[in-house]
């Protein structure tokens, strides 16, 4: 009986030897061993992760963009004293070229990730395994849910230590057991030996875990490759990647960005630079913001579901080891909805909540670096306007996560950001503009970011950020 779909490349269940397991192996070893977190929540690879996201013909930086850029950052730093509460870092400035800004930022985008990486795999498995149960009955129902909720359970890749151990012998997948590892008696195997189905589910489940991460890590790495070719500073993603937050611009985005503007380069580097200084010192100085971030993307995590039917369309025809030599099959094959499925009610909140907190942080670095800039950079309004155009067409935040969980972040919500943080600094004092991100429930929600004027008249009690 085949599974419904052919998905893996499997055939029929009769004919398994004709499926070569070490060539699945191999396949995922090509695919970056993208290792999901299993039950651990460990993660997902770096490693892995940035193999998916090398890069071709990327240039460092020269010596003079080493120089013009460091330069820039500690102008702007002068610039930003007076401008917020929220202290400059301790780490030293960098300029990176692209590929550096993808090795330093790597160990952030999993750990941020890495709940979503979690439960694809888990999603995945669970829906390969449905389709397998599906397909050999229920005659081996039991055996199947049994081999799925023991850890233990299942006959062991080689009990013996020899290389020709195979618990898919006696069914006819792979090489024969050999003579002293068919005299084993039960205790040298485990409790489930009378079943040697279990085994095979056993290592099914792993196998389609395993795969899970694979179809996450070729996705973030793809991801992060793609970002990598616009963003212009280890901050503009507008989240807090790095453990350890440094001012950094890639010398090479900086350089064609606002090029059609007709601006000085002087101004256009000082420019980026105080927005890369504005959102490293709010990293900075606002510890539960990674946090915060990690458990909005936990929430809509909990919620991935797979949807079988959309694996069998997507996956039919397509071999384990064709997605092992040309990941981009399998990109496209998710780009196009292969693990869409309807938002539940969690994860819309979670994405407001995510949206919500892009726009506080992009309205912030966008007043507070615009401030700054007011006495020094005559092209600033023109800057200012082309930073705003870029992110309404899909700034780098909302240009990685779009593609991980469909992010959409209102380039009004971020303009009216600026706004509310202006008239809160204009009309009360700049100090307590910075002291609203002392917690999440001291930020304005969505509802309140247009209407500033009666932000603290409107509120009994702090609104929690976590409830919309």
Not at 127 to 133: F, M, P, R
Not at 393 to 415: D, H, V, Y
Request: charged share 20%; proline share 6%; hydrophobic share 40%.
């Amino acid at each position: 009986m085949s599974i419904p779909g052919g998905g893996f490349g499997a055939g029929d269940f009769g004919d398994m030897g004709s499926f070569d397991f070490a060539k699945m192996g191999e396949a995922l070893s090509r695919l970056g061993r993208a290792i999901s977190a299993n039950a651990t929540g460990e993660g997902i690879s770096p490693d892995a992760v940035r193999e998916m996201a090398t890069l071709t013909n990327d240039k460092a930086p020269t010596v003079n963009e080493i120089s013009s850029g460091l330069e820039a950052l500690a102008v702007a730093q002068l610039w930003l004293d007076p401008k917020t509460d929220f202290t400059a870092p301790v780490a030293p400035a960098q300029i990176w070229s692209r590929s550096q800004w993808i090795d330093e930022t790597l160990v952030g985008w999993c750990e941020i990730v890495a709940p979503l990486a979690e439960s694809l795999s888990s999603a995945v498995s669970g829906a390969i395994s449905g389709l397998t149960k599906e397909a050999l009955g229920d005659a081996f129902g039991d055996l199947l849910g049994d081999s799925l909720s023991d850890e233990q359970g299942g006959i062991q890749g080689d009990v013996s230590g020899n290389q020709n151990s195979n618990p898919f012998s006696s069914f006819g997948f792979g090489p024969p057991l050999n003579s002293e590892n068919a005299k084993n008696d039960d205790s040298k195997i485990n409790p489930n030996a009378g079943n040697p189905m279990a085994g095979i589910f056993n290592q099914m489940s792993n196998a389609m875990r395993a795969f899970g991460g694979v179809i996450f890590a070729t996705q973030l790495g793809e991801t992060i490759k793609t970002t990598a070719g616009s963003v212009t500073g280890g901050a503009d993603i507008g989240i807090p990647l790095l453990t350890n937050n440094r001012p950094a611009l890639i010398a090479t985005n900086c350089n064609a960005w606002g090029a059609e503007l007709g601006i000085p380069e002087a101004e256009l580097r000082y420019y980026l630079a105080l927005r890369e200084v504005a959102g490293v010192r709010l990293f900075n100085n606002v510890p539960w913001l990674r946090e915060y971030i990690i458990t909005a993307i936990k929430s809509y995590s909990a919620g991935i579901k797979v949807n079988i039917q959309k694996i069998q369309e997507g996956m039919s025809g397509m071999s384990v080891e064709g997605i092992g030599t040309s990941p981009e099959a399998l990109n496209e094959a998710i780009a196009n909805g292969l693990f869409t499925t309807d938002e539940t009610p969690a994860q819309k909140s979670a994405i407001l909540r995510l949206e919500t907190i892009a726009a506080l942080v992009e309205g912030w670095v966008d007043e507070v670096s615009a401030s700054a800039a007011l006495e020094h950079l005559p092209a600033l309004p023109a800057l200012r306007e082309s930073a705003r155009r870029g992110r309404a067409t899909g700034g780098p935040m909302q240009k990685a996560f779009a593609a991980l969980i469909g992010l959409e972040i209102s380039p009004r919500a971020s303009r009216d950001a600026a706004t509310f943080f202006n008239y809160i600094a204009t009309n009360e004092s700049i100090s307590q503009r910075d002291e609203l991100w002392s917690s999440p429930e001291s930020l304005p929600t969505i509802e309140e970011i247009i209407n500033p004027s009666a932000f603290r008249k409107g509120r009994s009690a702090p609104d929690d950020l976590s409830t919309l």
